[in-house]
DNA sequence: CCGACTACCTGCCCGC
DNA sequence: TGCGGGCAGGTAGTCG
């Protein structure tokens, strides 16, 4: 499942848990995952504390005080889950992206068990075991074969248009295979790929060069589809956190899959713009209540924004399912 | 450099 | 109830 959002939202679930706490007993129950742990993986864990965990595209970054950092990715099935322990920090069943452990999760995929100094257990249960761990040498991440080719973080200022024109400018590639380059963009994945598409009423087929003008200058699509990025990255990191209490209670997992989207996996369903007043519409400014009523104001008065009336295709692009609306993704 | 393709692994769901 | 096929949120490696 993890894209950015759902690891930005695993990241604040294990914030209140990691930080400042040791690691008291560290389990690594198998010898690799996608890749094979580095040398005395637990033992090197053992005893350091985690001075603040972070993430980067899709990666968690555990900073140890032994200057190393710990990364780990969760490939396609990873997830943690956490038992807490008495002296978790006060406040941390409240925070986003906790998930509890069940004594009937499936606990011959927990492959890594980290017991923290405040009594905390945290688990790593990866079924397809395409998630991997690694820890980094003080300072060695910019050259760390995993990070010095990821492209700019999305949420970043640096996730501009003129960096998405630079870089799409002359290529034929699909804007979907595009935006799923880590090297350019680091953090989208199939789903919010299909979604940023859509909210930018672009078209996944429209190859990559429609993002530049002829002088290289983002093109108006380019301009939209920056935005797109960032506002469906942004809600979808909102409602990881929102929706996690009901998520729980339903079956105790993870919060980040209930989220419903607006196009991703709506194959045969009628398009939803202009049927609803967070529809997918492009708003003009993200996050901003007083500019998304006004934006439904102004609909609810001009009648500008009709039901599209399409429908939702699935296509395969580079062997991965693609959904969207051939009527309004031009 | 680009782009297409394969491989890695398990689980689940569907139709027969 | 079992079995085969297709599908799943990712990405590294290979090849033309």
Do not use: W
Not at 99 to 115: L, N, P, Q, R
Not at 176 to 188: E, N, T
Request: charged residues 20%; contains cysteine; positive net charge.
């Amino acid at each position: 499942m993890p894209e950015l959002p759902e690891v930005e939202t695993v990241r604040r679930g294990l914030a209140p848990v990691m930080e400042g706490a040791r690691f008291a007993k560290v389990e690594q129950r198998r010898a690799d995952l996608r890749f094979p742990f580095p040398a005395n993986f637990a033992r090197r864990l053992k005893g350091r504390t985690v001075e603040s965990l972070g993430r980067r595209a899709k990666y968690l970054l555990a900073c140890l005080d032994s200057g190393e950092m710990l990364a780990m990715h969760l490939g396609m099935s990873g997830r943690f889950t956490i038992e807490h322990g008495a002296g978790a920090k006060a406040g941390a069943r409240e925070l986003p992206g906790e998930f509890v452990h069940e004594a009937s999760a499936d606990a011959k995929h927990d492959h890594v068990v980290f017991t923290m100094s405040n009594g905390s257990v945290i688990r790593y249960n990866d079924a397809r075991r395409f998630g991997y761990m690694t820890l980094i040498e003080p300072g060695g991440m910019d050259a760390h074969p995993l990070f010095k080719g990821l492209g700019v973080e999305p949420l970043s200022p640096a996730m501009t248009p003129r960096l998405l024109a630079s870089r799409a400018a002359g290529r034929a590639q699909p804007l979907k295979a595009f935006l799923l380059d880590q090297r350019v963009i680091a953090g989208l994945g199939n789903i919010y790929v299909c979604e940023a598409l859509y909210r930018a009423a672009l078209s996944p087929l429209r190859p990559a060069s429609a993002l530049a003008t002829q002088s290289g200058a983002p093109s108006a699509a380019g301009r939209l589809l920056a935005q797109a990025i960032q506002a469906v990255l942004r809600d979808a990191v909102a409602a990881g956190g929102s929706s996690l209490r009901d998520y729980r209670q339903a079956d105790g997992s993870l919060g980040y899959f209930q989220h419903t989207f607006c196009v991703y996996g709506r194959e045969g369903q009628l398009c939803l713009r202009g049927t609803h007043p967070s529809g997918g519409e492009m708003r003009p400014q993200t996050g901003d209540i007083g500019t998304r009523r006004a934006h439904a104001h102004e609909r609810s008065e001009g009648g500008a924004a009709r039901a599209c009336g399409g429908m939702v295709e699935r296509v395969i692009q580079n062997g991965r399912s693609t959904f969207y609306c051939p009527t309004c993704q031009k």
